[in-house]
């Protein structure tokens, strides 16, 4: 009897899991609205009690790739108040951790990050998840990032460390093939919901002009994706480097050049995170004078076999 075959027993309360149907997808969008929304890759299960005749609790699961990391999958889960805690959650788990088998996935990750120690940090570690890695939610004058920035990229000039060959355009005007390719081949993560942000569409769409393309010869080598969070506010996504060109004249362009062009179009104070591994990056953050908004973490378990 497979794991969604098997009801279950709490006392005298009885449910059953099972993978989600047609006439189950209003449920699942109301317990689990962003996944149902936005991951099309998604495998969802729900939890039916046969009293009060409804589904008390769903489960989602999506190909989570991501570079140097385990081959994971993304995973979101709610149960509904009267029946936490009563293994419902657990159950849900199995049956995702089955289909994580199935596509050859090693590992869960908290469909999203999660501030430490806050109810939603605590009900993951309570299904066995640990902190994976720390992110950090930095924002930053952008009149401050030129200034420390632009020194650098002056003496590059000056230097001719630049190659001629080199030039940076804005998103709209860059070849968005090769800025997918990039991304994702450095990053990880599903290239055809990437491209629909880069064409402005989807959760999350990038800005066409606030982006920026480093194109070398005719070739996209690094880029920076931003949107605009709100008028005067800029949040960056994504800062990619090709590695053959990886150094201090690419990254340090892409920073000179993105805050002389945002502060261009009206906009003071950029938004980025950093994670663990990002020490230069943060190390440069603090140098910068960058406000430390909050801390989230990434939490992760190794799925069971």
């Known amino acids: 009897m497979s794991t969604s075959d098997k009801t279950r ?25 962003e996944p149902f929304e936005s991951a099309r890759r ?19 699961s999506s190909p989570y790739d991501q570079l140097g990391g385990p081959k994971a999958a993304r995973t979101a889960l709610r149960v509904i108040k009267p029946w936490r805690r009563k293994g419902v959650g657990s159950a849900l788990l199995e049956n995702v951790e089955s289909a994580v088998r199935e596509r050859g996935r090693e590992a869960l990750f908290a469909w999203r990050p999660v501030e430490p120690g806050s109810e939603e940090f605590l009900i993951w570690k309570g299904f066995g998840f640990s902190q994976y890695d720390t992110i950090e939610h930095h924002q930053v004058e952008l009149a401050r990032v030129k200034q420390l920035v632009g020194p650098i990229y002056n003496q590059l000039r000056r230097r001719k460390r630049i190659p001629d060959d080199a030039r940076i355009v804005p998103l709209d005007e860059a070849d968005l093939e090769q800025v997918a390719g990039l991304q994702v081949s450095q990053l990880g993560g599903n290239i055809q919901r990437l491209k629909a942000r880069l064409r402005g569409k989807g959760p999350s769409p990038c800005h066409p002009r606030l982006s920026r393309c480093l194109i070398k010869g005719d070739q996209v080598v690094g880029i920076l994706l931003a949107r605009l969070e709100e008028p005067k506010v800029a949040a960056v996504d994504a800062v990619v480097v090709s590695p053959e060109v990886r150094g201090g004249w690419v990254n340090t362009w892409l920073r000179f050049d993105s ?9 003071e104070k950029i938004l980025f995170r950093t994670f663990s591994a990002h020490t230069d990056t943060r190390n440069m953050a603090r140098k910068m004078g960058a406000e430390l908004l909050k801390t989230s973490v990434r939490m992760y378990r190794p799925a069971k076999v």
Do not use: C, H, M, Y
């Open 9 to 33: 027993n709490q006392g005298k309360q009885e449910f059953t899991v099972r993978p989600a149907g047609p006439d189950d997808q209003r449920a699942v969008k109301g317990l689990l609205p």
């Open 42 to 60: 998604a495998r969802f299960f729900v939890a039916w009690a046969p009293s009060p005749g409804r589904i008390i609790g769903a489960a989602a």
């Open 259 to 267: 805050a002389t062009n945002a502060l261009a179009q009206g906009v």
